[in-house]
């Protein structure tokens, strides 16, 4: 059973200096807390309803944190690894009292990574909360352990996130048009965002940006949820249809692309929300560069390239409708991969928490390897 409880939190956020022109006025803004702890229990933005409503559910079991990561509840490859890794301190406490805790551990593992193939991040949060487990004593201890590392891990997500804003800040032109993708921000994150957040630390240097926004169909994520984000915080952008893209480019509006990433082959390759791969090829055609924003938790050091990169192919009802509203003729054959691989010759720089990695990345992502 999920719970709704209460609405988001206002609080004021800091002056944007935007261009010459200084905005005087504290912008009030909303603190975005997608991922939170109280009372005992998980509770998550329902990112379905944004922006028309601002609902959290309470999530108490491990089973409830799995469906709502794969009814898309919570999204993004960060968000989705914090909140798993908070599914399993509930697993644990769930197997509190029987003999066999490690076995429901593991079984409560597989559910989660199960829920959404194609972010590494997911399997990656299992994997550390698995290993902290196997040294724990009982599921007591499991329990109190798992909790406080998901807490540390929603925390440092927030702080790799400030760090990456800034790294990429400093690489990309101080004026012009950024384009990004589908939602990279607090909401996809523990906090603060990946390439939004990049975006984010841009203005609070005063760059002169226009930043521009794709819709991001089928499930809409730029036109919801990052449009919603920018306009919390009085940041200027344009939100565009996806296939304005290239006409874009091309009239000499745009003058970087920054997106985020689900899982980053060892080379380079990257995978991300579907779209982002024609968006490079453009970016290329028009000599522009193309930025990919990530935590290393997101590079699959295991993975030689993009080929081996599961992408998740979601519910055809996404693309047969626009939000509620039927689009396409009843039962027509729908294709909805939800990501798609940017080969690694196609992206200038990736940029890290721990650093910013050129080409060749094969060897110089392995250099930022902790
Ligand atoms: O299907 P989604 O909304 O989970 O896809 C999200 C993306 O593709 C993001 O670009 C990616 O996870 C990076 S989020 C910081």
Redesign the pocket.
């Known amino acids: 059973m999920i719970w709704q409880v209460g609405i988001v939190q206002a609080c004021l956020a800091p002056v944007y200096c935007i261009g010459k022109t200084l905005c005087l006025e504290a912008l009030l803004m909303t603190q975005i807390e997608p991922i939170r702890w109280r009372n005992d229990a998980l509770e998550l933005l329902d990112q379905r309803l944004l922006p028309g409503q601002e609902v959290y559910l309470r999530l108490a079991t491990c089973l409830e944190v799995a469906q709502a990561i794969g009814q ?1 509840v919570v ?6 690894g914090i909140t798993a890794a908070f599914g399993m301190a509930l697993a644990a406490r769930e197997a509190g009292g029987s003999l066999h805790w490690r076995d429901r551990l593991r079984e409560a593992g597989n559910v989660l990574k199960a829920a ?1 193939p194609t ?1 590494v991040n997911l399997s990656w949060a299992v994997q550390q909360q698995a290993e902290l487990a196997r040294q724990q004593p009982d599921a007591a201890q499991a329990y109190t352990e798992l909790l406080r590392a998901a807490q540390a891990l929603l925390a440092q997500d927030i702080n790799d996130n400030r760090r990456m804003g800034q790294l990429g800040a400093a690489l990309l032109p101080t004026e012009g048009g950024i384009l990004t ?5 607090s909401l ?2 523990g906090g603060y ?4 957040g990049v975006i984010r630390a841009g203005f609070e240097r005063g760059y002169r940006w226009q930043v521009y926004v794709d819709e991001t169909r089928p ?1 809409l ?1 730029g036109a919801r949820l990052t449009a919603w984000e920018l306009q919390q915080e009085g940041i200027p952008f344009q939100l565009n249809v996806d296939s304005a893209a290239g006409h874009l480019m091309a009239t000499g509006k745009i003058q970087a692309v920054i ?4 899982r980053i082959a060892a080379n380079g390759d990257t995978a ?2 579907i779209g ?1 791969y024609s968006l490079a090829v453009l970016a290329h055609y028009h000599h522009i560069p193309f930025y990919v924003a ?1 935590p290393l938790s ?1 590079v699959d050091f295991a993975l030689a390239n993009g080929a081996g990169i599961v992408i ?1 192919e979601r519910d055809e009802q996404e693309v047969r409708r626009c939000g509620a509203q039927e689009i396409a003729p009843t039962a027509v054959a729908v294709r909805n991969p ?2 798609d691989v940017t080969p690694a010759a196609l992206i200038t720089a990736i940029i890290t928490e721990q650093g910013v990695a050129h080409g060749p990345f094969a060897e110089n992502l392995a250099k930022l390897r902790p």
């Open positions: 898309m999204r993004g490859a960060p968000a989705i959404r972010a993708h589908c939602n990279t921000g996809a994150t965002g990946t390439a939004l499930w994520q997106v985020g990433a689900d991300n929300k982002t990530a997101t998740e939800a990501f």
